[in-house]
Nanobody, 125 residues
Framework: QVQLVESGGGLVQPGGSLRLSCAVS????????IGWFRQAPGKEREGISC????????KYADSVKGRFTISGDNAKNTVYLQMNSLKPDDTAVYYC??????????????????WGQGTQVTVSS
């Protein structure tokens, strides 16, 4: 049974940092990429980063490039998203998801078919 569980969200001041975790089960990170998405109130779900551990491919949306870092730990079946220099515009529910096609990293939402429940990130003073 495929499961993804996010954790690490919370309230942080502008300029602060958070690290999100996505613990996966039912499949291996060796073969399937993981994407991070976020959805702010009234906005569409946006792909912000992805990783394909098998070939080392990593991608970032322009909105987070240089501030966020994605990484994976095969031994722990966990993917992380380190978020630095957070801004109020980063406030959203953050989701991780499993890509449909093996060994692929893409920011396109329709390419994912299993999703976590989401974790809230609020950036505010």
């Amino acid at each position: 049974q495929v499961q993804l569980v996010e954790s690490g969200g919370g309230l942080v001041q502008p300029g602060g940092s958070l690290r999100l975790s996505c613990a996966v089960s039912g499949f291996t990170l060796d073969y399937y990429g993981i994407g991070w998405f976020r959805q702010a109130p009234g906005k569409e779900r946006e792909g912000i980063s992805c990783i394909s551990v098998s070939d080392g491919t990593i991608k970032y949306a322009d909105s987070v490039k240089g501030r966020f870092t994605i990484s994976g730990d095969n031994a722990k079946n966990t993917v992380y998203l380190q978020m630095n220099s957070l801004k109020p515009d980063d406030t959203a529910v953050y989701y991780c998801a499993k890509v449909k096609v093996a060994n692929w990293c893409t920011l396109g939402r329709t390419n994912y078919h299993y999703w976590g429940q989401g974790t809230q990130v609020t950036v505010s003073s």
